[in-house]
């Protein structure tokens, strides 16, 4: 079977595009591949949080994807920091990565942006970190929205160098990115990404909002004024997200979909009611796993213990490669 590696960060409540372009790709592919998904709170770190912030959120989050489907019976689901071959790799491939590479990143260049006073160092290597989280499972496939491309990009050119300099250790991975929903933009800045860092959250559908809330997020969102629709990303933004979401629930070509509407009050509401559906058993499953957090825990510590079965040796093949003095 495919060995698949994902991460994603608990720095936020989730939203519809991480569920879309990511998450429920996971939940797609953990029976016809062998999954390993990660919440990487190691990332999180690399801007300013409060004491104690991360690790409540990393619990809510492992409980937001056990209800999007993620089984941590049929696939490895853990917290990056409970693996500590994580660090000690990244640490490695950042000796093995240029200082011009981790400077054409955009997603540094974007988020060292929106920081005020004080950008770390983290967030500049942050790519060797995600880079040594998927070298570690000998990673074929690495399901991720759109704005991943580069990283994985990255990762396979850590990963090739090393190999010239080391001998053959790592294998590259090919991101895997969705055709519909790869880039799910904001309802009111529909130019902008959905994303939780986003100023204001009327344009993003959070995945915990009271279902009211969502329909009429979708309504109120921003399309333009001549009426037509139809399926073109850069001259209508608006109304071209809407039909891709509206076909990432339906399994509809958002292209056909467009045929079928002349209006964009039923195009709203088809949306809205569609991403109801989608959210409303999540919710219910959610509020199940709420209810017992020692359950969560437990899958954690399990997906922890299955993650290091294949992460200890392929640090240790690494080692070895580099040839640091054996420890015995
Ligand atoms: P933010 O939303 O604050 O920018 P992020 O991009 O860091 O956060 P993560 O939680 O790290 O989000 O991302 C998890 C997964 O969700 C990644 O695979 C990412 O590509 C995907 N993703 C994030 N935003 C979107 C979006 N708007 N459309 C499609 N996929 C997305
Ligand atoms: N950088 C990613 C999160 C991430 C990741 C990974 C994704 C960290 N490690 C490994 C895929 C594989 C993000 O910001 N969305």
Not at 116 to 128: K, M, Q, V
Not at 175 to 201: C, G, H, Y
Request: hydrophobic share 40%.
């Amino acid at each position: 079977m495919t060995r698949v590696f994902s991460g994603i960060q608990p720095t936020g409540d989730l939203h519809l595009g991480n569920l879309l372009g990511a998450v429920r790709n996971w939940v797609e592919m953990q029976h016809r591949s062998e999954g390993v998904f990660c919440i990487v709170d190691l990332h999180a770190l690399t801007v300013a949080t409060a004491p104690g912030e991360v690790g409540s959120r990393t619990l809510e989050l492992a409980q937001v994807l056990m209800a999007c489907g993620l089984d941590p019976e049929a696939t490895t689901l853990f917290v990056q920091s409970h693996v500590h071959e994580h660090a000690e790799l990244a640490w490695i491939l950042q000796c093995n990565t240029s200082f011009g590479e981790l400077n054409r990143m955009t997603q540094f260049k974007d988020k060292s942006a929106r920081q005020r006073d004080f950008i770390s160092a983290g967030l500049f290597t942050y790519p060797a970190l995600q880079a040594a989280d998927i070298l570690l499972y000998d990673t074929e496939e690495v399901p991720v929205g759109e704005d991943q491309r580069q990283h994985i990009e990255l990762t396979r050119d850590v990963a090739e160098r090393f190999n010239a300099r080391f001998g053959e250790t790592f294998i590259l991975p090919e991101a895997v990115i969705p055709p519909t929903a790869a880039r799910v933009m904001d309802l009111q800045n529909p130019t902008d990404k959905m994303s939780k860092s986003a100023e204001s959250d009327a344009g993003t559908i959070l995945l915990g909002d009271d279902l009211a809330v969502t329909a009429k997020k979708l309504r109120r969102a921003v399309t333009d004024s001549d009426n037509e629709v139809r399926w073109d990303p850069a001259a209508k933004p608006g109304v071209s997200n809407l039909l891709g979401i509206l076909g990432a629930c339906t399994g509809d070509d958002p292209e056909a979909l467009a045929e079928r509407y002349d209006q964009y009050g039923p195009l709203k509401n088809d949306t809205a009611e569609a991403v109801v559906s989608l959210l409303e058993p999540i919710q219910q499953r959610l509020a199940e796993l709420r209810a017992d957090p020692g359950e969560t825990s437990r899958a954690l510590a399990a997906g922890a213990d299955k993650a290091r079965t294949v992460a200890v040796p392929v640090l240790r093949r690494a080692t070895e490669h580099i040839g640091l003095l054996s420890g015995g």
